[in-house]
């Protein structure tokens, strides 16, 4: 890959909007998990969240003549854009529009506009149903409310692919600033499960937490006693340019997307290949493709998806790959502190990653209490570890065994 | 309440405008800019409001609120 940098990061999540809010929390070993507020979810066998609070403080760009048309997965995501840009130093006055372009990431699409029209179809029938259903569900609206809000123009793309949806985004986006066909891209994903039905379909996929009674250390990956993730709301979005035009415009510069890989298991519907095969080809291709020797990675944000399969085959694959060396490799998974923004949160990932290079910390997997002989890779368990990060793989995988690897380089 | 009283505030609830936004002579799309969606919108709640039925032809982006009053008058005067 071309030398495509981040000069930009916005985020919205439980552990707090805007990444210094974000960082402190996350820095600390906190947990946002909290039991769900938002309807009555005493049915449900999962029913704690990681839920964004004080959202409508960030929402004065905003008019409430837009947000009564749109689902909370696009209000979180224009939000997300803004802080982003914001923090690039970008006024897109400066830019040509029609060579921006916007890449994001989701699963679920609009639940919580969706399910109370649905309710209302049933309820008063066809003309109960609001005309902006039409465009507050689909998975790709918030990447066209984005587009509409700062008239963005260029080739755009919503990739759809469960967890690692939005880490996909941003090597779609990264490629097609490569190929010069945009100047500028907006990148990252946005999710909103915490709604009756998208809460019910992710129960079903049987992967969430049932430590209802005690959120906070509910979601505990790579430890003996996990017993599934934690769904969260939230979006996280980049902003990608060429290093060289960054540099002219004298931008703030974060990281440089080095490398990039995907497959798939091709195995079950739920479950990951259990030897993580793919996965291991998927690191090793990224690897390749960055020019870095296994030696120089520092660390490993981990999708760390707190299963028995997910994780001993992410165990499994970076072991592979690694070798002996895999046990002095730091691997964590910062998102155990605030939960999974499933088709977000590889956007999220890759902001945490970059905050440690900035900060030259590690943020620690949380809950961590009870060693598996079969998960046996230093996780960085409950505190946070002073360390220099250069280098650093992040890893998002899918329901349906995706696998997706991006490696990112600190700039000096 | 008068129609035309009704009709704006019609308008400034389902468009979440301001009331001094609502110009009575000026064509919805230019005083507001309305789009296609929020026509559908503003339609079924004068429909329930009024208890009459709106052709969608009948109320479009180029109508004015008085357009819409006298419109409106015209159907409460007809049933």
Redesign the interface.
């Known amino acids: 890959m071309a030398e495509i940098v981040i000069t930009g990061m916005g985020i919205v999540s439980p552990a707090g909007i805007g990444k210094a809010n974000f960082w402190q929390h996350i820095r600390e070993g906190n947990s946002s998990i909290t039991p769900i507020t938002r309807f009555d979810s005493s049915l449900y066998p999962s029913r704690i969240a990681g839920q964004v609070k004080e959202l409508e403080s960030y929402s004065n760009s905003f008019?409430?003549?837009l947000l009564?048309?749109i689902d909370l997965f696009s209000h979180l995501a224009l939000v997300a854009a803004e802080l982003a840009l914001k923090d690039a130093d970008i006024d897109l006055k400066n830019f040509d529009l029609k060579r921006t372009g916007i890449f994001m990431g989701n699963a679920i699409g609009g639940w919580l506009f969706a399910e109370t029209e649905l309710r209302d179809l049933y309820v008063e029938g066809r003309?109960g149903i609001?005309?902006?259903m039409?465009?507050a569900w689909f998975p790709a609206a918030p990447q066209g409310q984005i587009s509409i809000f700062y008239g963005i123009k260029g080739y755009s793309k919503t990739v759809v692919a469960d967890r690692a949806g939005s880490l996909m985004a941003i090597a779609y986006g990264a490629r097609t600033l490569e190929r010069e066909k945009l100047d500028l891209v907006l990148a990252g994903g946005m999710e909103a499960p915490v709604s009756p039905y998208a809460l019910l379909c992710c129960n079903t996929s049987g992967s969430l937490s049932r430590k209802n009674e005690k959120p906070e250390q509910a979601y505990a990956p790579f430890d003996k006693e996990r017993d599934g993730f934690v769904i969260a709301e939230g979006s996280g979005v980049l902003i990608l340019e060429r290093l060289d035009e960054a540099r002219k415009r004298k931008a703030p510069i974060y990281a440089r997307i080095c490398g990039f890989h995907t497959n798939c298991d091709g195995y079950d519907r739920i479950e990951p290949d259990p030897e993580g095969i793919h996965l291991a080809k998927a690191i090793e291709e990224t690897l390749k493709e960055a020019g870095f020797d296994k030696e120089s990675i520092d660390y490993i944000c981990a999708d760390g998806v707190a299963t028995l399969a997910g994780d001993i085959s992410e165990t499994k694959a970076i072991k592979k790959v690694f070798g002996k060396k895999a046990k002095d490799i730091p691997v964590s998974v910062p998102k155990s502190m605030f939960g999974n923004m499933l088709g977000a949160q590889g956007s999220v990932d890759v902001i945490t990653t970059v905050l440690s290079m900035m900060f030259n910390t590690i943020c620690p997997t949380i809950n961590y209490r009870n060693p598996d002989p079969e998960c046996d890779l230093d996780y960085v368990p409950n505190k946070a570890r002073p360390k220099e990060i250069k280098r650093a793989l992040v890893i998002s995988r899918g329901r349906g065994g995706i696998n997706a690897v991006m490696a990112l380089e600190k700039v000096k | 309440m008068s129609v035309e009283e009704e009709v704006k505030e019609a308008i400034v609830q389902t468009l979440s405008v301001k009331p001094e936004e609502v110009k009575v002579e000026e064509k919805l799309s230019d005083s507001l800019g309305v789009d296609s969606t929020e026509m559908v919108d503003l339609t079924v709640a004068l429909e329930k409001k009024f208890g009459v039925k709106i052709d969608a032809k009948e109320i479009t982006k180029s109508s004015s609120p008085q357009e819409i009053v006298t419109l409106i008058e015209s159907k409460k005067a007809a049933s």
Request: charge should be positive; charged fraction near 35%; hydrophobic fraction near 20%.
């Open positions: 008019s409430p003549r009564k048309k003309e609001s005309p902006f039409v465009s």
